[in-house]
C-alpha cells in the first residue's frame, strides 16, 4: 500500500508530464526544473509525513481520501492577454445630441423667470419696496402701541360704595395713591353727601361718627374746580376755635389742571378747626379752605400749614356740592352678618 507521500509525489510527476505535453520549449526548460526538484520535493514531504516502519504498526490511511489539488494548466499562467478596448473615436456617436430647439426653450424658460422677478421690481419700484415695508412695519407698531394704550387706558374699578359728583378716574387713582397706608386698598364708603343728606354742616358732624378714622372731604365751586382735605373722623366741634388733626391732613385742587396736593410745611399745627358753624382747613394768613354752617358758600387762601394756593377759581365761592368719604376693609363676613 502507498503511503501518502508516494501518492503525492506521483500526482506531483503526473502533473508536469502532462503539463511538459502542451508546453513550448521555452517551457521544457522551467519543467525541467520541477522533474528534477522532484527527488527533493520527496525528501521534503518524507520530512512532513511521518514514515511507516516496514515492522511496525501500520498508519492509518489518514489522507487517503483526499485529492490532489489541480493547479490551472501551465498554459493558461504564461499566455499573454491582450487589451481589447476600442480607440476612443468610437464614441463619438454616444455624445447627447443637444439641438437647436432645446437650446432655445431653455433661453425662453431663463428669460421669464427674468421678466417675473422685473415685474415684481416694478410693482414696488427701488426704493418704494422698502418704503412699504416701513410702512407695514410703522403700521404694526402703530397698532401695538394703539393696543397698549388702549391696555394702559383701561382704568380700575372704583372702589367705591356709592356714585360721586366729583370723583372720576384720574381723580381716583391720584387721591388713591395719597392716601394714608393705613387705608390704602380700604372701600370708600360714601358717609355724606348734599344731595342725599340734606344742607346741613352739622349733618356732616353727626354722620362723621360713623366709621372712625381718616375721612376725605371732597367739595367744589360752581366753576367746575374740585377741590377738598383729608380729616379724622370723628369730626368734634369744638365751643372755640381750636386746632385739631394730625400731619396726615392735606389739601388738594384740580383748579390748576392736573390734580395738585399740598401736604403740611411743618411751618405750624394749624390743621383744621371744627365749629358747629364752621369748617376750616390750615391757617397763617389764611384758611385753605373754609366752609360755612350751610354748606353753601366757601374761601379758600395760601395759608402757611400747607404752603398752598387758591383752591378754587376765586377766594369767595359757591359750594357746588359736599361729600365725606371714609374707608373701610373689605369684610368677607360682611355679606353673612347682613344676613
Known sequence: MYTLKDKVAEGLSCLFSDSSNHSTPSDLSQASLYSKGSSSLYSIFSYITPSVSSGG???????SHLKPIESLPIRWKYRT????DEPL???E?????????KLVRVHEVKKKISEDSENKQTISPRGEGKDRTSERRSSDSDEFQDTRDQQSSIKPPLNLSDESV?????????????????VKGCQWM????????GISLRTLIRKSAELPGPCLLIT???????????LECPLKPTPKRKYQGTNRTFVFTTVYGEPRLFRPTGANRYYYICLNDLLAVGGGGNFALCLDGELLTGSS?????????CLAHNQDFDLNNVELWGFTHASPYASIESN
Not at 57 to 63: L, T
Not at 93 to 101: C, G, H, N, V, Y
Open 81 to 84: 492577454l491582450e487589451l481589447q
Open 89 to 91: 473615436d468610437s464614441y
Open 166 to 182: 366729583f370723583i372720576t378716574c384720574d381723580l381716583y387713582e391720584f387721591l388713591v395713591s395719597s392716601l394714608p397706608n393705613i
Open 190 to 197: 360714601l358717609l355724606y353727601s348734599t344731595l342725599k343728606h
Open 220 to 230: 367744589g365751586d360752581r366753576k367746575g374746580a374740585v377741590f377738598g382735605a383729608m
Open 301 to 309: 387762601g395760601p395759608s402757611e400749614t400747607f404752603g398752598n394756593l
Open 93 to 101: 456617436d454616444l455624445t447627447i445630441p443637444f439641438t437647436k430647439e
Open 57 to 63: 504498526s501500520k498508519s492509518k490511511d489518514h489522507g
